[in-house]
């Protein structure tokens, strides 16, 4: 049974880095992956995602690369800035 | 370093606004899509599946914005929003403004004035390079008050001394000025050669004094004033080396000093000769070398201070050598007086000056105040519409921006008006200022009263609308849409209320300050002066000229006038004196 919550912001934005730590993913992948990650458990917003990634793009926790000819984005993590807390 | 990569994510978004946006675009589709093919594969109709996407995915624009404001992009736009929706609510409540924009002008405006005739004295230093070691040497007096040195005392100090790097004395000089115009008569100084360089300022055409012209029978030579320079010379370049007339004597002109120049020992000063006392004859005491008459400065040495100097001097008065005998009226033994000039210049008008200062600082809290409280007013007439802006998805500190912008909008307004009040102040203080209030040239609306003003304008924007904002943003919607809950009225005038209590106290206070100072005015004018100036006029006369060198001439002259004045018809009785009753110093 899938399991709707409330989550937190961080809750999100943690899981969002975990999908993205296992590799480049457009935005869609990374919901993807955070199904995934879950075990189908929790289903994400659509809509909550991008803003949520955008925010740690913006903060620096992630960077994007231009996509490819369908025009997606590719997103992966910049190493070393999320261990420098 | 979170901060730099918010910065510069930031610069990219404000930058390359619209490749962001597609790209945003192009991102967001790209998800639709894929998302609907997944539906697709999982045995949904085409069509479907994409309604289906698009309702699960939420409205796009509503991402979009919401990614907008991630980035930060938003608060530039809100801003400018803000500016013109501010702009737009004040030409429309025209008569609020005015009065707002009032109030705030002359609090402004009379704070800018007071702070631009406060600040060169109080807070600027002396117009002069390493003005905080130009330091006021004098003598000590019988019931402890200064005194004026003597020449001899000051050549002593100079060759005894190791504190200071350069000093000069000073007396006033008032030649007349012999011309095929109107002969005139000027303020002037006789100095040292050293007196421009103790203060660290040198002609700006021509050159400075040299040590070898101050001699007794020494080369007969004058510095002008810019103001002198134009005024009676007409600005003529070819100056140096002209010869004028000074009380019958021909002087050569050697420089003229800048007009930046302020003489802060004797502002009204418009040239300088050497003062050429004899340097030898120490031991004839009936001498003007032997009188106490001249002013004496200093420039420390670097890294010395005032008390090590007087400490020093303290020394050199308790040990007199055989070169510098001293007779008992200028004995030095008890010591001397080191001040720095800054303060010597300023001590006496300083606490006046702050008295006022403090005064229109009140006025200005009156003022702030007295805003506060109308925008908290308006605040309760505008609650419907903060309601609605909050159900529409305004955040709190959205609406605290959007007021804050608002109130720093009226307050730039009141600035901008305050900065006529303020010339006009200026003004006003210039021309009733009286003649001993120091450095009174330089009392103007210039760069540093201008940062002040902006300063003074900004916080006040901030300050008044802080509390009206933080007020009319912490509503719940529902209340506000209502139009009805009698608690927050209460609240409101709570706050109100207690405003109006500041205000009026404010109020009186400098009222009561004011009519106290009125009161002790009057009581002073009321002072009898014991004598009736009613019908009396004075006048200054002063001989000038070779041929009243004969004290039997000079009488003669000053005898002849004075019957000529007693002869004037209208005159009941004239006569001579030294110095006026009540005249000061």
């Known amino acids: 049974m899938d399991k709707q919550l409330d989550l937190l912001q961080g809750t999100l934005d943690l899981l969002i880095l975990k999908a993205v730590s296992l590799g480049q993913r457009h935005g869609y992948g990374v919901l993807l992956g955070i199904q995934q990650i879950s075990k189908d458990r929790l289903e994400i917003q659509q809509g909550s995602l991008y803003p949520a990634l955008y925010r740690l793009e913006h903060q620096g926790w992630i960077a994007s690369e231009g996509g490819e000819s369908d025009a997606s984005c590719k997103r992966n993590q910049k190493s070393g800035i999320a261990w420098r807390r | 370093m979170r901060f730099w990569s918010r910065f510069r994510s930031w610069l990219r978004a404000t930058l390359w606004r619209s490749r962001m946006e597609s790209e945003m675009d192009a991102e967001l589709r790209f998800h639709l899509q894929a998302y609907a093919k997944d539906l697709v594969h999982s045995g949904v109709a085409r069509e479907e599946a994409m309604r289906r996407a698009q309702i699960e995915f939420g409205g796009i624009e509503l991402v979009k914005e919401e990614g907008r404001e991630a980035r930060g992009v938003n608060l530039l736009q809100s801003l400018v929003q803000d500016l013109r929706y501010g702009a737009s609510n004040m030409l429309r409540t025209p008569g609020f403004t005015g009065i707002t924009v009032l109030t705030l002008a002359l609090g402004i405006g009379a704070t800018t004035a007071i702070f631009s005739a406060v600040n060169p004295i109080l807070f600027e230093s002396l117009p002069y390079p390493h003005a905080d070691r130009i330091m006021m040497i004098s003598d000590w007096q019988h019931d402890g008050s200064r005194l004026d040195v003597t020449f001899h005392t000051y050549r002593e100090l100079l060759e005894r001394n190791r504190s200071f790097e350069s000093m000069a004395v000073t007396k006033p000089w008032r030649p007349a000025l012999i011309s095929t115009m109107q002969p005139e008569r000027l303020d002037g100084q006789r100095v040292s050669a050293m007196y421009f360089g103790v203060l660290g300022v040198a002609p700006v055409i021509g050159r400075d004094f040299d040590p070898s012209e101050d001699q007794l029978n020494g080369p007969r030579v004058v510095i002008l004033s810019d103001g002198l320079w134009k005024r009676r010379f007409a600005g003529d370049r070819t100056i140096v080396g002209r010869q004028v007339t000074l009380d019958d004597d021909l002087y050569t002109v050697i420089g003229v000093m800048p007009s930046a120049f302020e003489n802060v020992l004797a502002p009204l000063a418009e040239l300088w000769s050497l003062l050429q006392y004899d340097t030898r004859n120490i031991t004839s005491l009936q001498t003007r070398e032997w009188g106490h008459h001249l002013r004496m400065v200093g420039q420390l040495r670097l890294g010395l201070n005032s008390e090590q100097a007087r400490r020093e001097f303290d020394t050199i008065a308790r040990h007199p050598v055989q070169e510098f005998p001293r007779p008992a009226w200028a004995s030095l033994e008890q010591g001397l007086i080191v001040n720095s000039l800054q303060h010597d210049v300023t001590e006496n008008v300083r606490p006046a000056l702050l008295a006022v200062l403090g005064a229109v600082l009140l006025v200005l809290v009156i003022a702030c105040v007295n805003v506060t409280n109308l925008l908290l007013a308006r605040g309760v007439r505008r609650r ?83 509390i009206p904002a933080l007020r009319a943003s912490r509503h719940d919607p529902q209340m506000g849409l209502r139009e009805s809950s009698q608690r927050t009225a209460e609240t409101h005038q709570r706050a109100r209320r207690a405003l109006v209590v500041a205000e009026v106290g404010l109020a009186l206070v400098v009222l009561v300050s004011a009519g106290l100072l009125l009161r002790s005015l009057e009581r002073l004018f009321a002072i009898s002066p014991g004598l009736d100036p009613s019908r009396l006029l004075t006048m200054q006369v002063q001989e000038s000229g070779r041929r009243f060198d004969d004290d039997s001439v000079r009488y003669r002259f000053f005898a002849q006038a004075l019957e000529a004045v007693r002869r004037v018809p209208g005159v009941k009785a004239a006569a001579f004196t030294s110095q006026l009753p009540l005249s000061g110093t």
């Open chain 2, 384 to 466: 419907g519409e903060f309601a609605l802006r909050t159900a529409l998805g305004a955040g709190r500190s959205r609406l605290v921006q959007q007021l804050l912008t608002e109130s720093l909008l009226l307050a730039a307004m009141g600035g901008v008006a305050g900065l006529a009040v303020a010339q006009l102040g200026v003004r006003l203080l210039v021309a009733l200022s009286p003649s001993e209030l120091p450095r009174v040239g330089t009392i103007g609306v210039n760069a540093t009263v201008l940062a002040f003003g902006l300063c003074v304008t900004t916080l006040i924007g901030l300050g008044v609308g802080l």
